[in-house]
């Protein structure tokens, strides 16, 4: 078979990631296509593939001139843009690997599954966590019947302090107006596991949630507005903006201009650039004095369809996800601060004997890039398979369930709790 011909539109961290991907994979993929106004990310993208062969556009209305060029448009922008772009790439007939979430609105997801179910394409949001081998080994799991029927689920999403800081306070998501909620723009990973384990959709949802933390009101005496302006408390603060030079100067990755693309490691700037980055940009700023509005911490709760009850924690003050599954025959829990505590990922309890199992978890180096636990490189693996072939994908919006379970525990939490 020849291989799937890709277009990616918006080559940022994650569309150069999945380019990358794609890249070593080149006996299946061929990245015919980019496009994105800055010419040093498209540059990086094209560098990956073979010269002269790489169709550069610096804007998406040129990239959409052209009708359809490409098998699959792997759409990578912003959240504000996804709708538009997506409902763009449809009118042409365009297959579409979308970064999610799909809609900044539960509405624009739902005329996106009928656009494409209208047009006879897909749509495959990038859930890149159901292709890791961790909820692979979930989803086997609750396949073989050994939980008997699962009864609830509850799921944790630790954020980590200073992922919370960059992302959601001093970055692209801190703001719900100019992307999408907290629960969504970060949490849609987990009401989509939800649903999927659950194989069900919401029927009722509650949700609580606040900003408590980031807020001027609790800045330490004499913070200055920038962390560059002598602060007293500097060596003390967990999201000093000097951290970004030594410890976490792989985060620099994703918004700094310069900052070696292929790098996890930041390597691609010298200190004095970053401290210069850190002194004018959004990511020096105190995070006391931002303009965010997002939550910081927020819970749901949601009965499905089929009578299954599951809930979500999400927290900016704890790290990583977990979960737990609860069965008439057994429970399963697991997750990354199972492993990183010494014990193994995935545990299984069986409640005749009341003996604890190890569950397997396949352990995969896929190159040596483990972004998202392997589920970035899972995803472009699964792409030809999803889009063509005896078991591609039904036309429609993939996993349009958990965009429905977050949307609507937003409503409940603007409502003040009240069931939607």
């Known amino acids: 078979m020849k291989p799937m011909r890709l277009a990616i539109l918006g080559c940022g961290s994650r569309g150069r990631t999945y380019a990358r991907i794609a890249a070593k994979l080149n006996d299946r993929y061929e990245i015919i296509a980019v496009a994105d106004p800055d010419q040093a990310k498209t540059s990086t993208v094209v560098n990956l593939c073979e010269a002269g062969g790489v169709n550069v556009f610096d804007s ?26 997506a409902m763009q790439a449809l009118d042409l007939g365009y297959d579409i ?29 990038c859930f890149v966590l159901r292709y890791t081998p961790f909820y692979r080994a979930v989803r086997e799991f609750i396949d073989s019947g050994r939980l008997g029927r699962i009864m609830n689920i509850r799921a944790s999403e630790g954020v980590d302090a200073f992922h919370q800081a960059h992302s959601y306070v001093r970055g692209h998501w801190a703001n719900a107006a100019k992307s999408s909620p907290m629960i969504v723009a ?18 009722r949802v509650s949700s609580f949630g606040r900003l408590d933390w980031f807020k001027p009101e609790n800045a330490p005496a004499g913070a ?42 930041g390597e691609g700037v010298s200190d004095e650039q970053i401290l210069e980055f850190i002194r004018t940009s959004p990511w020096g700023r105190c995070v006391y004095h931002c303009d ?19 809930s979500l924690t999400m927290t900016a003050f704890d790290c990583n996800r977990s979960i737990e599954i609860h069965g008439t025959r057994g429970s399963l829990r697991g997750g990354e601060p199972y492993r990183e505590g010494g014990a193994a990922e995935l545990w299984f309890r069986d409640h005749r004997d009341g003996k604890f199992e190890k569950v397997p978890v396949e352990q995969t180096s896929n190159d040596g890039y483990a972004s998202h636990g392997g589920g970035d490189f899972g995803i472009i693996d699964a792409l030809d398979r999803q889009f063509a072939g005896p078991n591609a994908l039904e036309p429609g919006l993939m996993g349009i369930e958990g965009h429905r379970l977050a949307y609507l525990a937003e409503e409940s939490r603007l409502a003040g709790g009240e069931p939607r």
Not at 252 to 260: H, I, N, Q
């Open 97 to 125: 690997l979308l970064e999610k979430p799909a809609a900044e609105t539960l509405e624009r997801c739902e005329q996106l599954d009928a656009k494409a179910r209208e047009k006879g394409c897909r749509i495959a949001p």
């Open 186 to 203: 970060k949490c849609s990973h987990d009401t989509d596991l939800m649903c999927w384990f659950a194989d069900s959709s919401p029927k």
């Open 224 to 265: 200055p507005k920038r962390c560059t302006d002598g602060c007293p408390v500097a060596g003390d603060c967990i999201y000093d903006a000097h951290r970004y030079i030594n410890e976490t100067r792989n985060y620099l990755r994703m918004v700094m201009p310069g900052a070696e693309a292929s790098s996890r490691s």
């Open 60 to 85: 998406d209305e040129a990239l959409f001139a052209e009708g359809k060029i490409a098998d699959v448009l792997i759409i990578a922008t912003q959240d504000a843009q996804h709708y538009s772009h």
């Open 292 to 310: 965010n509005d997002v939550v910081d911490h927020q819970v749901l709760a949601v009965e499905m369809e089929n009578g299954i009850t599951a």
